[in-house]
């Protein structure tokens, strides 16, 4: 397979794109919704690669090589040799039946020679736990499920997805590729340390928690975050995510970050559900190990999955708005970290999300993930 | 350089090389900003970790100072409830042990101990079964194959039932051992000391079989041990059933009392028990009757042998507190197969039998006949007629009178009851008398007698008496003296009009008592005779113990007169006794002339006999005496003279 990558930016507009420019099959594109709110982007890429597939969705900011910007759009565009690809789409009018749009995901896509699928989905509107469980049902724990959840900057207020079509808000995208062709390598890790006492969610209704040992849960971030942070919420809640896991399954464990409040209810929205009965625990975040966990990612989805020869493989990061905040201007140390993992033949894109989906590390059943730095790389063997 | 600072060099650097210095300014400053932020949300996570960290301390704290505390209650607890545990176990009024499923002590109480001889040191909790059963056997509380014992007791325990095992010791203790299983394996037995109940089982199990107060087995014991004896029969051998019943003992009964008759069963038993061996069965079924189940026998004459055994130990006399009786047995006897191989056959023909031997007399012995059947009935026929005969008025009284030899005038007229039986015509008393006193119509009969005697003795002129006869039955009765003053009453008959007449029977059977009651009736002034004077075995001991008023010679004595000199001589010393004592003596039986004579030559005072007149009916009899009368005063000489 061949690789191209492509930049926007609001100075220079699209960056040059290589010889090859219609034989791209898929180009995948990820960007500030600011720059893809009008639509226009898309038309663009549409009219370099006619006869590609066009998937993209806003961030909360842009990986481009080692290269973390806010301001940007970055694209792939990929032509492989001997693997098919479809895309699918779904509309969103009910969050709460996101178990049914990923079933319909998964049916659409299901195929005998399927050999992964990447999934991009509005952010807000969705419970990504659902949507992922799903899609999981219908092609199975054997298909590796990579993606991530669209973002809006800090600001929380609209993500946008396209599939072939110009993104917009309540849309899920999905892309399978097929073929014996195909390798999808997948990685993810956090980094994040547990402090403080194991607690119980005492009340909770899927993703929105209510209470954890009795307290509202809005008490303890507001205590931990000081009055200065507080005023930051939703966004500066992402300093803290927890982890969740059922006593009989510790394996089990994912780190879920928040995504709204309620200052009436004391309610806190995450990313995905947070069971009432499991034990939770807060982390906190230090860059070194932040980096380390980027890293490790990096090194799982690269296990297996070697390019040949001139051949280049592509190897999307998909990393959490949460260490965005929290790394500020040292964001960048985490992409390097990942990078110095993956083969320097490898194109390097990515976003920050507001949830990533791939397999658990441990456990290797599909989740939504949170906090987490995900790695899927595609190479073709031949 | 550190990393961040060329970054952020680069950052601010414009596509012309130079460095924006604001653009670096701001971007440094971030970062220190950045920094101080982390800083600090560092040192508050750490505080409040710090004070979460001490809440949950102080709470765990307390949490074990509650739980110490319920723990603590919960051994307060637990102590009493072991202490009432305890408690239960030693005072239960049963032992008990309790095994986990490797067969080891888990619990034993003292009163298991104590029921087995063992000392409290020398069991231990642990200890396994078999030790246990080994330290009984040595005490002599287990009996049996303790291996056995234990494989029943596994068997048992995988099934999961509860058992129930009674063991008998050597010292004739019963416990009643209960095991249940236990879930897990083990179980749990209960030892009770059921010794009383048991003997009380048997007891009543043998109260069941046999009679209370001879400890002879009863009917249902001679039903079970007939039943198995007449299996052998139909394998060929011969058994004999003999029913017993014993004559007269309604009268011990009436005369000594029920504790005397009681006594008297008991020898009875204990008599005819010594008869009969130990393959034979003897029961008693109710009253006076027992019956003998005397098996294999070879023929008839095995069992006649022991029905005269039977018959000889009945005889030998009884002494009751002081009074001698003495009874006798009637025997029916049916043998099998001959005359059946029924059980109720066997029985009802032995009853036959029976029933023969007691119209025949008593103390006799009769095997069934065929023809019993036909007997019986007929026998029954006449108790039922004699029945009917009281109330129909078929009796009547005839009188033979008694002539005064010196004045050659009757002085008495003898009673005797004669029954016209509507279709058979006259009834010999030989016949009826003993049946009567079968079925206990004696003494109305008797008193009857007495009455209408006295009545028509009334009518008699002055000088004559009526003597009647009295069977001892009717001399022991309660109803005599009032029977025989109301008589005398309602006739109006002089008691010195009136004789009674007796025999040795009557003196034979309690003599104390018949003695008083013969003293209260001359005390009336009624004249006492003793009847067939002779042939009884003690005649001449008995004129000694009453004051008697006439001696009767029996008539067997007046037959031999003038043909053997031993009858002279036997009369004539009669005679001169009575006229010693002061008595009379009426010859019987005088039928021809010369006998007349002679009794007169050897000093008799009256004679009774067909020779001067038969019994006769009253209408007869006042014709008798008016022609005497008359005869007499008309100087005429009579037969008499």
């Known amino acids: 397979m061949r690789v191209q990558q492509i930049v926007w930016n609001k100075r220079s507009g699209w960056t040059a794109a290589k010889k090859e420019l219609g034989e791209a099959s898929l180009v995948l594109y990820f960007g500030t919704r600011e720059a893809l709110n009008c639509g226009a982007r898309y038309e663009a890429l549409r009219g370099m690669f006619p006869a590609a ?23 792939a565009a990929i032509s492989f040799d001997a693997t098919r690809v479809k895309l699918c789409r779904e ?79 309540r849309t899920i995208a999905g892309i399978g590729f097929y073929g014996s062709a195909i390798r999808v390598g997948h990685g993810s890790a956090g980094g994040w340390d547990l402090f403080g006492p194991r607690r119980q969610v005492t009340k909770s209704a899927g993703n929105v928690l209510f209470e954890l040992d009795g307290e509202p849960a809005l008490d303890l971030y507001e205590r ?34 928040v995504l709204a409040i309620d200052r009436e209810t004391r309610a806190m929205t995450f990313a995905g559900d947070v069971p009432q009965g499991w034990t939770a625990q807060l982390m906190r975040g230090n860059l070194d190990r932040l980096a380390a966990g980027a890293a490790d990612a990096a090194r799982q989805a690269c296990s297996g999955v070697i390019g040949q020869g001139n051949d280049q493989s592509l190897s999307i990061l998909v990393s959490c708005i949460g260490r965005r905040l929290l790394m500020g201007q040292r964001t960048i140390e985490e992409v390097e970290a990942a990078g110095a993992e993956l083969s320097p033949d490898t194109y390097r894109l990515g976003f920050y999300s507001y949830g990533e989906i791939s397999p658990h590390a441990k456990s290797g059943l599909c989740e939504l993930h949170n906090q987490t730095m995900t790695v899927t790389t595609l190479a073709e063997v031949a | 350089m550190h990393k961040l600072l060329a970054q952020q060099i680069v950052k601010a650097t414009d596509e012309t090389g130079l460095v924006d210095l604001e653009k670096f300014s701001a971007l440094v400053a971030a970062a220190y900003e950045d920094l101080d932020r982390d800083r600090r949300r560092t040192d508050r996570s750490i505080s409040l970790m710090i004070e979460e960290a001490d809440a949950v301390q102080g709470n765990l704290e307390r949490t074990v100072v509650e739980r110490t505390k319920e723990l603590q209650a919960r051994e307060v607890e637990l102590q009493a409830q072991n202490m009432r545990f305890d408690a239960a176990l030693s005072n239960m009024s049963q032992g008990l042990v309790m095994f986990d499923a490797d067969a080891r002590l888990v619990i034993c109480n003292q009163r298991y101990l104590t029921m087995h001889g063992l000392e409290a040191d020398e069991i231990k909790l642990g200890d396994m079964l078999r030790r246990l059963l080994d330290c009984r056997i040595a005490k002599g509380t287990f009996s049996g194959n303790p291996e056995h014992y234990i494989g029943s007791l596994r068997t048992m325990i995988s099934a999961g039932m509860p058992s129930t095992e009674f063991v008998e010791l050597d010292d004739g203790r019963t416990f009643a051992v209960v095991s249940q299983p236990m879930p897990g394996g083990g179980w749990v037995a209960t030892h009770e000391d059921v010794t009383e109940r048991r003997q009380a089982e048997i007891k009543i199990a043998h109260m069941a079989r046999h009679d209370a107060l001879t400890d002879l087995p009863n009917r249902v014991l001679l039903r079970e041990r007939l039943g198995e004896a007449l299996a052998h029969v139909e394998r060929g051998q ?32 204990g008599r005819l028990r010594g008869c009969v061996r130990e393959a034979d069965t003897i029961c008693r079924v109710g009253g006076d009757e027992f019956f003998v189940v005397q ?57 036959m039998a029976l029933y023969g031997a007691k119209a025949d007399g008593r103390g006799v012995y009769r095997f069934f006949e065929p023809n019993m059947d036909a007997r019986m009935k007929e026998r029954r026929a006449l108790e039922l007629a004699l029945r009917m005969a009281f109330e129909n008025g078929e009796f009547e009284l005839y009188y033979q009178p008694m002539l005064n030899l010196e004045k050659g005038e009757v002085r008495c007229c003898e009673a005797l009851l004669r029954w016209h039986h509507p279709e058979r015509g006259m009834v010999s008393p030989v016949e009826f008398i003993p049946v009567a006193e079968e079925i206990g119509l004696i003494v109305p009969l008797g008193e009857w007698v007495i009455r ?48 009674l007449e007796i025999t040795e029977a009557v003196l034979m059977q309690n003599s104390e008592l ?10 009336l002034g009624i004249r006492i005779s003793m009847d067939d004077f002779g042939t009884g075995y003690s005649s001449l001991s008995y004129l000694r113990s009453f004051p008697f008023d006439k001696i009767k010679i029996d008539r067997c004595f007046i037959k031999g007169l003038g043909e053997s000199s031993e009858s002279d001589a036997i009369v004539q010393a009669v005679t001169g006794l009575a006229d010693c004592l002061s008595m009379t003596t009426t010859a019987e039986g005088v ?9 007169r030559k050897l000093g008799c005072t009256d004679v009774q006999g067909f020779f001067y007149s038969p019994p006769v009916p009253l209408r007869e009899l006042t014709k008798v005496l008016a022609k005497e009368r008359g005869a007499k005063r008309r100087g005429i000489k009579t037969a008499a003279a």
């Open chain 1, 53 to 75: 597939h066009v998937m993209g969705c806003s961030t909360g900011g842009q990986i481009n090589n080692n290269d973390v910007n806010d301001d940007e759009i970055v694209a």
């Open chain 1, 91 to 169: 509309d969103i009018s009910d969050p709460s039946r996101s178990r049914d749009y990923g079933e319909t995901i998964g049916r659409a896509l299901s195929s005998d020679d399927l050999a992964g699928v990447f999934v991009l989905s509005d952010g807000l509107n969705v419970n990504g736990s659902e949507l992922v469980a799903g899609i999981s049902k219908i092609i199975g724990q054997n298909i590796p499920l990579t993606g991530g959840l669209a973002g809006d900057g800090a600001n929380f207020k609209e993500t946008l997805v396209g599939a072939d079509c110009a993104p917009r808000a």
């Open chain 1, 224 to 257: 931990y975050l000081g009055p200065e942070e507080s005023k930051g919420l939703p966004g500066s809640a992402l300093l803290f995510p927890i982890q969740v896991y059922d006593l009989a399954a510790p394996d089990s464990a994912v780190v879920r970050t």
């Open chain 2, 238 to 269: 011969r058994l004999a059933v003999l029913y017993l019943d014993l004559d007269q003992f309604k009268n011990v009964n009436d005369t000594l009392g029920h504790p005397a008759g009681d006594e008297l069963l008991r020898v009875v038993a």
């Open chain 2, 295 to 351: 098996t294999d026998i070879g023929d008839a004459t095995d069992a006649e042998r022991l029905a005269r055994r039977l018959v000889e130990a009945v005889r030998v006399p009884f002494d009751l507190e002081g009074h001698r009786v003495m009874i006798d047995a009637s025997i029916g006897i049916a043998l099998a197969p001959t005359d059946g191989t029924d059980a109720n056959e066997l029985l009802k023909n032995a009853d």
């Open chain 2, 452 to 499: 209408q005697a006295c009545a028509d003795a009334a009518q008699w002129p002055d000088d004559i008496c009526v003597a009647v006869n009295l069977s001892p039955t009717q001399l022991l009765s309660k109803g005599l003296l009032p029977a025989v003053l109301g008589a005398l009453a309602s006739s109006r008959l002089q008691a010195d009009r009136l004789e």
């Open chain 2, 514 to 523: 018949t003695i008083r009651v013969l003293h209260q009736l001359r005390s």
């Open chain 2, 591 to 599: 039928e021809t002339r010369q006998q007349l004579d002679l009794v």
